[in-house]
């Protein structure tokens, strides 16, 4: 069944008839980031107004994948478990190369973990259930649809800004502007900042389609993909399921092609029949795009921040658009929560755009390498690209080299500032890894443990110190004064090992691992983490 | 026959640096390149017993 775009009420503004009170966070644009960012800071305590001009969730399927990386992090924001549920987790991937199948490979799952590597799910359910959590905290997040923003102007310590509603203009003011407003980020062009990166020339042809009968011949969800499709003149096609019998095809077209005339049904249909065959089926959206990789230089302005798609944006393949933002918020979340407290130094702003360039800059060139292998530019990088094809039949090592895209990995923090450097079996920068515990309250998970606040791990006979602002987690220990699970398969102790006490930022990010409970080590660990 | 996968993580990496190497080069001096390189590579490779597997792993599928 197709989805219902309910619009979501409006309600006139308070600042239409008296000045509003100064607040803490404005986050300009309610699309996947901003809703996210709003429930972050809320589980913080901190307030926000969240304007958007429009009232909609996301029309059409947009970001479909998401990585088991970002699922933990909607896990802390309280829709994880939902995203899972009404998901489709697919397992076995099909690769050709003109009709031929070149190789397949089935995705099993590594035991031990509460998500799987990655689940498929329209963005427009995503951002259902995000607004439907942020209306679980009412007093926390002013959610306001149909309030454009048309203006702001950054006074130092606040910002202030002019938005247009139905009933029309008022200004706001608050201490920080988050600005999640997209892609073609208005805020980011009244602020002029440059924009660059690789645009592609190629323009590819989003259908999502609804059928009863899978075109994959079982009841096994599966990700086909072709380069030099049989079907069309295009370079490649990508076939993938989404819940509700939607089925997202995306169909490389070449850079002379004319768009418009592209996206109509009867150039469609066609192309359609021939991947899906004679099943009947329903075409629930389509768009045209190019695709292009830019980012800016920095993500903080004082005090407007980017978040999401307005600081960078990349090529679909690999699904690193919606999933990259989903870290950003979670970077960003905790510190901006800790400077409003006073419990860090602004500084610790600084750090979202160190760390998070890092994670874009990764981010960009996977997606640009994918979308190179996929369109290759000249005789010579397609005659590479084919021979890596041809040598994949045969050859592990080829097929390693075919790329239509690297999923979404957490990135490494390793190298940045706020990380104090160590050695352990997971070493400090990177994220946690979860395992099945077993507690007072009955079988969890590390992540559900971790997250959230900065939380110190040990094992065994390890007796953690009582750190102010710092959770405690025992692992196979008995008798603390902190929680204490079992390692109920042994994955904790299989990724963590039993030696090592690990400090965990409220990101889930690990910034410090010791041999022995130091308690002034710790501390000065957990000052280095907050910017101090 | 399967040929051990020795690049690893390292393939993207290796990959956009061969594309690199190509560009701004026109067909035919990218052909003399890859010419240079597969010459070059022999001799790092230097074991004739490796080499005939390799050149035969390569002719496979060559008139197909
Ligand atoms: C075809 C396609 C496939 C994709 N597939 C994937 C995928 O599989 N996985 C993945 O992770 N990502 C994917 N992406 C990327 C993903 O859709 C984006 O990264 C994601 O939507 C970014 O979210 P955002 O909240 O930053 O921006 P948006 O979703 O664009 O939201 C911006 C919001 O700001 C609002 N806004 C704009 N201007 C104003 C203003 N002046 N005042 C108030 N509000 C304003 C807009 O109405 C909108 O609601 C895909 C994208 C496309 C196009």
Known sequence: MAYDYTPFPYTAPAGLTAPEPRHPVVIVGAGPIGLAMAVDLALQGVRSVVLDDNNVVSVGSRAICWAKRTLEIFDRLGIGERMLEKGVTWKVGRNFFGKDEVYNFDLLPEPGHKYPAFINLQQYYVEQYLVERALDLPDLIDLRFLNKVTGHADHGDHVSLTVETPDGNYTLQADWYIACDGAASPTRKRMALPFEGQTFEEHFLIVDVEMETSPFGTDTPERWFWFAPPFHSGQSALLHKQPDNIYRIDLQLGPETDPKSEATEEKVLPRLRAIVGDAPFRIDWMSVYKFRCAKLESFVHNRVLFVGDSGHVVSPFGARGGNGGIQDVDNLGWKLAAVLKGDAPARLIETYDEERQHGSRENILNSSRATNFMTPKTAIEALFRNEVLHLARDHGFARRLINSGRLSQPCSLAETSLQTAGDAPLRPGSAAQDAPLTGPQGDTWLIGQAQGDFTLIGFGGTELPDIDGVRCVGIDSHDRAYTCFIDRDGHAKARYGSDHIYLLRPDGHICAAFTAPDRAAISAALQTAKGN | ?64
Not at chain 2, 6 to 22: C, E, K, Q, R, S
Request: aromatic letters at 4%; charged letters at 25%; a negative charge.
């Open chain 2, 1 to 64: 026959m399967d040929l051990k996968d020795n690049l690893g993580a390292t393939g993207d990496d290796f990959y956009a640096a061969l594309i690199a190497t190509h560009d701004g080069l026109s067909e035919s001096q990218s052909h003399a390149l890859n010419a240079r390189l597969v010459l070059i590579m022999a001799n790092e490779i230097g074991d004739l017993a490796r080499l005939a597997i390799l050149l035969k792993a390569a002719r496979k599928d060559a008139t197909g």
